[in-house]
């Protein structure tokens, strides 16, 4: 039976003390997800692992409702999930006090294959989902930071964005952002896409086009992508913990 296989590589980078990052792959129900505890803040690697955990549970426990024909099922479950794990991470706050202000990016990709396979993308903070199609990289995320907002209006250009004193700071995060208001988008799928999902240690390495000719030279080969891009990442300075996954048709 053919289906979408995910393959993860998670490093701690060149500087950090400790790997913040989480994943989670689920190929038989057809969802991934990367979280990125927020670096710096006590317990963001306790609020990244809480919410992989939580959504694993409930993921599984929904497995039957999600393959319904609604059309809205899937974001609604994206949603759910979403909500769950920002609750799992204000209850370990309760429980152990010195975690408040622990937070966490996410990045949730669910697949449902039939009819025709469309991607499900679910997101909070600056954890990213790209489809790349025939030599062309997409985003299907736009991150919930501040210089995002900059440049929606104008204020600043890309180039300039990418080394502003304030390009990482948040507007949006589990356990911090109450309620959590997920942006959510979906794309139809041909047989060939590769998936990405990532944390920031990308992304602050990598701009798109070099993403893009990365997964060029590898042939849409999931295995190949994704550790090419983790050690081109760590190449050029490894300066934050960098999770990747790529999902590809097998």
């Given amino acids: 039976m053919s289906m979408w296989i995910g393959i993860g590589r998670s490093e701690i980078g060149l500087v950090r003390s400790s790997n913040q990052d989480a994943y989670l792959l689920l190929d038989r129900l057809g969802l991934w997800a990367v979280a990125d505890?927020?670096?710096g803040h006590v317990g963001g690697d306790v609020a990244a692992q809480t919410a992989i955990t939580?959504?694993?549970a409930h993921a599984m426990n929904a497995a039957d409702a999600i393959r319904t024909e609604r059309p809205d099922a899937p974001s609604a479950f994206l949603a759910d999930l979403i909500q769950r794990a920002h609750d799992a991470i204000l209850e370990q706050v309760r429980l152990d006090p010195s975690l408040k202000g622990m937070g966490t990016t996410i990045v949730l990709l669910f697949i449902r294959p039939q009819p025709t396979p469309i991607a499900h993308v679910a997101h909070l903070g600056d954890s990213r989902a790209y489809l790349f199609r025939a030599g062309l990289l997409?985003?299907?995320t736009r991150d919930h930071t501040l210089i995002e907002k900059y440049l929606e209006r104008g204020i600043l250009t890309p180039k300039t964005a990418r080394t502003h004193p304030e390009r990482h700071v948040l507007t949006q995060a589990l356990g911090v952002s109450s309620p959590p208001r997920p942006s959510?988008?979906?794309c139809p799928l041909e047989r060939n896409d590769l998936l990405l999902l990532?944390?920031?240690g990308l992304t602050k390495m990598?701009?798109?086009?070099q993403i893009r000719d990365i997964c060029s030279k590898t042939h849409g080969d999931p295995t190949q992508t994704c550790h090419s891009l983790v050690t081109a990442s760590l190449d050029r300075g490894g300066m934050d913990n960098v999770t990747v996954l790529v999902i590809g048709h097998v």
Avoid at 206 to 209: A, F
């Fill in 54 to 56: 939580s959504i694993k």
């Fill in 37 to 39: 505890g927020m670096g």
């Fill in 184 to 186: 959510f988008s979906s």
């Fill in 198 to 200: 990532c944390s920031d």
């Fill in 138 to 140: 997409t985003p299907l």
């Fill in 206 to 209: 990598l701009d798109d086009e």
